[in-house]
């Protein structure tokens, strides 16, 4: 008689290679926020994005889902979480609904990114006041 297995034990290595692949794409996001920041890339509504703010590992926004904190140049903020799947954006967006959370992936080049940031940025800005 062949034994079911009853447990499936949790696999340090996947998660480590999860926690590498979030840190990656959010290096790759960082060097998009830090050159649409250098180009002074006008938004919707005259807003530039001015500066950026990451989450530290456990820090205070990391506590709150945050990875990135966009500040514009109305100094208003817009907190971003980097998720490196669909199905990870759509857990994200169904828990933390204030919190808009993008997927950005180590295929995607540097200019694919910026027109992520861009066209998510000016969709956040038009709908945010409704």
């Known amino acids: 008689m ?3 297995k009853i447990f499936n034990f949790f696999n340090p290595q996947n998660d480590n290679k999860n926690k590498d692949l979030g840190r990656i794409n959010e290096d790759l996001f960082e060097k998009a926020i830090q050159n649409l920041i250098n180009q002074k890339v006008d938004l919707i509504k005259n807003k530039k994005l001015i500066a950026y703010h990451r989450a530290e590992k456990n820090g205070d926004l990391d506590k709150f889902h945050i990875d990135f904190l966009l500040i514009l140049n109305d100094f208003t903020s817009i907190p971003i979480q980097i998720k490196s799947s669909t199905n990870g954006v ?6 933390y609904k204030y919190i808009f959370a993008l997927m950005i992936n180590k295929k995607y080049s540097n200019e694919d990114i910026e027109k992520i940031l861009i066209s998510s940025l000016n969709w956040i800005l038009k709908n945010r006041d409704k």
């Open 2 to 4: 062949k034994r079911k």
């Open 90 to 95: 759509k857990k994200h967006q169904n828990k």
